[in-house]
């Protein structure tokens, strides 16, 4: 008999609150959560403006948990996500078998303690203008002086999943991926397969990341790929309206509990939702430009609603990927109308990136949240910003404000750089 | 449904003793470090001075188009060529495949930057006090950088180069639990074939920790063994003299596919992939790990998806990493499993042969487990002159012995405490 997997737990820590429930109350008011960078300066940078976590209490962590102390910042945000989805999930630590708990996260890397490297970098540049920039001799001296080393090893993309491991004692299967935008998406799918499959009957999942750091929004910057509307920070990120022009970073994170649908029953879980159908495709394309036929894309919504058993007429909702770039949203547009057909402009669809921004690798995380709030208060979370309609872009983005509806299945959509497409399906649980 | 069974067919290493696993498994064999005084750093006072280096790689007999190469840090190049390599060994003929049915999965994490790379930008932004400024870096550093830089660094771009260089277009992952990375690489993409969703993968990892940053931050943790007089030597898990590792630098891709796609095609099939465990340790520091059981636990959770026990298990490729703790409570976590069978099971390790390959570990050692399957053979450990009262285990010493091995138990450990195992067994 298959095993049916639920999502028992949910924990978020967004540009728009601290918890879920904050999170959801700016969603559905339309709220963005961009503002200048205050992290750093940032006034001389092309990009200024980015979806920081407010209010964040760092010390508060530390003071419960020593060993947090060198952590990176999206460490954090990962640890109050799972603390808050396990307090909704109502699971106590130690009745739970916890070689039959698992961890699949997508937790990004947190870039260089930028000052002290900085400090290392400068004081062993060359002057003598040779082929090398920097002395490598007086470098590993200078670094060996400066850095500190426990904040070196947690900025390493593994020591978010240790951190969580460590706190809520688990102790079965682990993994963290790093694929880029889609990673936290691909984590739960991931997660999904293995209780199915019954490697665990629980498993943590989910993502956290903050890229906005001096190196982060300059590589981006580079690319192209952030918005520069400075002056109006609020209305930068415009998925699918005509005049967007790139994403906004966002950082946060986003955590969910998956568990075996008869585990779940046996301890009277509530139950937020079910995850039903996987699909992860790759477009072998380029490095970060989307296929414009949008194949693979595709190919992932299609598996993901196979999976599931579903058809195009039983999706309620379609949580976009809608990063705000010109080209990724006329493609994903073009996608939708490819996998749903006819039925393409009828489906509501819409980004939550319009105001979280976007939270890269806890992008899929939260945007899987928001679906199941969807399903859970029948409203569909805006694309805000949406003004002025872009003719390659023309389905019903759910223009600015909240709409209520009745949600029993979403797919939420993640594509990342280097042509990484995953898609979920999730249902509405019923008993 | 019976379940679909997961086989290795091809086999694509770059390491420090040459391309292709035949000089790897050669150096194996001969318990032969390739471990070197490091050329490629002026190091002057600095600590440690040997690595396990590549030194004739040639990127560019491996990626045809020129301009790509600026995109490709080191770490991308090496995984291209062992993925060219494996694809060959495998004798697939891609053009005939639904590449929508061949994925990827790799483990790889942070890339390093190029200092020299960066310093440019950084360089641009020292103001006239001759320190760093950020509202100089913002108007004229970053302008400065190679725009593509961010490209050469993000942990999943080794894979997008991948599926790119071969159309493969099925499910790809890219994986991060460091030393274990590889491991996971290969026992996920089991899984993705096991499920159904792929018929082919190519899976590993690659790393290169030898440039100035990663050598920094091992320096900075205390990982490194201080045993710079004897360089062939120096990497010695288990031993008493073992203080830490040496770093190398490598890639190790496996093709592995589905058993009757693998028969369909007539493809040579060098063992399989029957049983994948993962755990986590509640460490939370590489230097100071307590906790043995998580080791213990991925181990089981490897040989009982196997459908196998300790009796059934002819050799243990060890982690070994040559970290004195590490060592300690691997070899604590195989006595307790192995306990009544520890006079018929033998215990090797391999990465004194290349250095510690980090994300690159997994793949490349992987093959040795592979190969010592499909050759029946024991390779010796290499460097084990005195065992560590606390590591006593069933070593084996001296010349590779010839055996008939069902099963091979593969552990790799990260630093972060993730652990993978996969049991390999003749098919």
Redesign the interface.
């Known amino acids: 008999m298959t095993r049916r997997v639920v999502i028992t737990g949910i924990g978020a820590v967004t540009p728009l609150g601290l918890s879920v429930s904050q999170t959801w109350d700016g969603l559905i008011k339309g709220r963005s959560g961009i503002g200048p960078i205050s992290l750093?300066?940032?006034?001389?940078?092309?990009t200024k403006i980015a979806g920081e976590v407010q209010g964040f209490d760092f010390n508060g962590w530390v003071d419960e948990d020593p060993?947090l102390r060198y952590a990176a910042r999206s460490t954090f945000f990962a640890v109050q996500a799972a603390d808050e989805a396990f307090r909704k999930s109502l699971l106590k630590p130690f009745a739970i078998d916890p070689?039959r708990f698992g961890?699949y996260f997508g937790a990004g890397?947190s870039g260089l303690d930028f000052g002290p490297f900085?400090?290392s970098?400068?004081s062993s540049?060359n002057t003598d203008g040779g082929?090398?920039?920097?002395d490598?001799?007086?470098?590993?001296?200078a670094?060996?002086l400066k850095?500190?080393?426990?904040s070196?090893?947690e900025?390493?993309?593994?020591?978010t999943?240790?951190?969580l491991?460590?706190r809520f004692?688990?102790?079965?299967?682990?993994?963290?991926?790093?694929?880029?935008c889609a990673a936290s998406s691909?984590a739960i799918g991931?997660a999904y397969?293995w209780i199915k499959?019954g490697?665990a009957d629980l498993a943590l999942s989910g993502g956290s990341h903050s890229m906005i750091y001096?190196l982060g929004l300059?590589?981006?910057?580079?690319?192209k790929a952030l918005s520069t509307h400075n002056e109006e920070p609020q209305k930068a990120s415009r998925p699918f309206d005509s005049k967007r022009d790139g994403f906004v970073l966002g950082e946060g994170a986003g955590a969910v509990i998956l568990e075996d649908l008869s585990h779940a029953l046996k301890r009277r879980a509530r139950i937020y939702g079910e995850v039903v159908g996987y699909g992860?495709?790759?477009?072998?394309?380029?490095?970060?430009d989307m296929d414009p036929e949008g194949?693979?894309a595709a190919?992932a919504m299609e598996?993901a609603l196979a999976k599931g058993g579903l058809r195009p007429e039983d999706v309620d909702y379609i949580n976009a990927h809608g990063t705000a770039t010109v080209v990724n949203d006329a493609i994903e547009t073009m996608v939708i109308k490819k996998v749903m057909g006819p039925l393409a402009s009828k489906v509501p669809i819409s980004s939550i990136k319009s105001m979280l921004g976007h939270m890269i690798a806890a992008a899929g995380a939260v945007e899987v949240i928001a679906c199941l709030m969807a399903m859970r208060d029948g409203v569909i979370p805006p694309t805000i910003n949406y003004e002025e309609p872009d003719p390659e872009c023309d389905l019903d983005y759910v223009p600015n404000t909240a709409r209520p509806a009745n949600v029993d299945i979403a797919l939420s959509n993640s594509f990342?750089?280097?042509?990484?497409n995953i898609c979920l399906a999730l249902r509405k649980y019923y008993e | 449904m019976t379940k679909r069974r997961v086989v290795v067919t091809g086999m694509g290493l770059v390491t420090p003793c040459g391309q292709g696993w035949q000089p790897y498994w050669e150096a194996v064999l001969q318990a032969q470090s390739s471990i070197r005084y490091f050329s490629n750093l002026h190091l002057n006072g600095f600590s440690a001075k040997i690595a396990g280096e590549i030194p004739d790689f040639n990127p560019e007999k491996f990626v045809k188009i020129r301009k790509t190469l600026k995109v490709m840090s080191r770490e991308i190049q090496l995984a291209i060529a062992a993925s060219q390599l494996a694809v060959q060994d495998a004798g697939i003929a891609l053009e005939s495949e639904d590449l929508q049915r061949f994925g990827l999965s790799l483990g790889t994490g942070i890339i390093n930057n190029d200092l020299d790379e960066m310093g440019i930008g950084i360089r641009t932004a020292v103001g006239e006090a001759g320190t760093f400024e950020m509202s100089k870096f913002g108007q004229e550093g970053i302008r400065s950088l190679f725009p593509l830089w961010l490209l050469k660094y993000l942990p999943n771009m080794p894979a997008c180069h991948i599926s790119i260089l071969h159309g493969l277009r099925g499910p790809s992952n890219t994986i991060t639990t460091s030393a274990s990375a590889g491991t996971q690489a290969v026992g996920e993409a089991a899984r993705v074939i096991e499920r159904g969703d792929a018929d082919v993968m190519l899976a590993g990892g690659t790393d290169s920790k030898l440039n100035a940053m990663g050598i920094s931050r091992f320096h900075l943790l205390n990982l490194l063994s201080h045993q710079n007089h004897v360089p062939e030597s120096a990497y010695c898990p288990f031993d008493i003299r073992h203080d830490g590792i040496v770093l190398g630098e490598g890639a190790g891709l496996l093709v592995i596919e589905e058993l009757e796609h693998a028969r369909a095609r007539h493809a040579n099939i060098y063992a399989e992939i029957s049983g994948y465990g993962s755990s986590s340790d509640f460490n939370h520091d590489p230097r100071c790990g307590e906790d043995s059981h998580g080791k213990s636990a991925a181990m089981q959770a490897a040989l009982s998806d196997a459908g196998t026990g300790p009796d059934a298990v002819g050799l243990i490729v060890a982690n070994g990493s040559g970290i004195p703790q590490e060592d300690i409570q691997e070899a604590c976590a195989i006595r307790g499993i192995f306990e009544k069978v520890l006079d018929s099971v033998k215990v090797t390790g391999v990465k004194p042969i290349t250095g510690h390959l980090v994300y690159g570990s997994g793949g490349v050692e992987l093959a040795a487990a592979v190969l010592a399957v499909h050759k029946k053979v024991v390779p010796p450990l290499a460097n084990l002159e005195v065992p560590d009262p606390e590591c006593e285990l069933p070593f084996a010493v001296g010349k590779a012995q010839p055996r008939e091995l069902k099963n091979v138990l593969f552990n790799s450990f990260g630093f972060g405490g993730q652990n993978a195992c996969l049991v390999v067994s003749s098919l």
């Open positions: 750093f300066d940032a006034s001389e940078f092309s060993a070689e961890i890397d900085v400090e970098v400068v540049l082929s090398c920039v920097v490598k001799a007086r470098y590993l001296e670094s060996a850095m500190n080393p426990l070196e090893l900025s390493q993309p593994f020591m999943v240790t951190h491991a460590r004692y688990i102790r079965g299967p682990v993994s963290n991926c790093l694929t880029a691909q991931e397969e499959r490697d001096p300059a590589g981006f910057g580079l690319l992860s495709t790759t477009d072998a394309y380029r490095m970060t194949t693979g190919r598996i990342g750089f280097g042509g990484q």
